[in-house]
């Protein structure tokens, strides 16, 4: 599975825009062109990388092995990600610019890019 950075920015808008306590399943999460499997599996790929925090269901053989996320919330990691991507015009832009290349970009490459579009965006470079 490849990592789809416009379904991680969904989610992780969705998780930001979270008021009620308590943790979702990946059927809670509706966006368009997803299915519950894909977003599952990105809600694993976010919890292992520390983007979101939440409950690990893992396999009953294999016990570090994680088959479900259920997410409670963004962790510090996760702000600072959507707090660069969130903005719909910066990420077109850089979105853009990267192309096809988005798919296979590593992350630090598309955060250092989603930061240098804000900092111009804002006057700042």
């Given at each position: 599975m490849k990592r789809d950075y416009h379904l991680i920015r969904e989610i992780l808008?969705?998780?930001?825009e979270k008021?009620?306590?308590?943790?979702?399943?990946?059927?809670d999460f509706r966006i368009h062109g997803y299915d519950p499997q894909q977003i599952g599996d990105h809600?694993?790929?976010l919890?292992?990388?520390?983007?979101?925090s939440g409950?690990?269901?893992?396999?009953?053989t294999t016990p570090e092995?994680?088959?479900?996320?259920?997410?409670?919330?963004?962790?510090?990691?996760?702000?600072?990600?959507?707090?660069t991507a969130r903005n719909d015009s910066v990420w077109r832009k850089v979105r853009t610019k990267l192309g096809d290349s988005?798919?296979?970009?590593?992350?630090?490459?598309?955060?250092?890019?989603?930061?240098?579009?804000?900092?111009?965006?804002?006057g700042g470079k």
């Open positions: 808008k969705i998780l930001e008021t009620a306590p308590g943790h979702m399943k990946a059927d809600l694993r790929q919890y292992e990388a520390g983007f979101i409950e690990a269901i893992r396999s009953s092995r994680i088959i479900d996320v259920w997410p409670f919330e963004l962790t510090w990691q996760g702000h600072e990600f959507i707090a988005l798919l296979s970009v590593p992350f630090s490459v598309l955060t250092t890019m989603l930061i240098a579009e804000l900092e111009r965006q804002l």
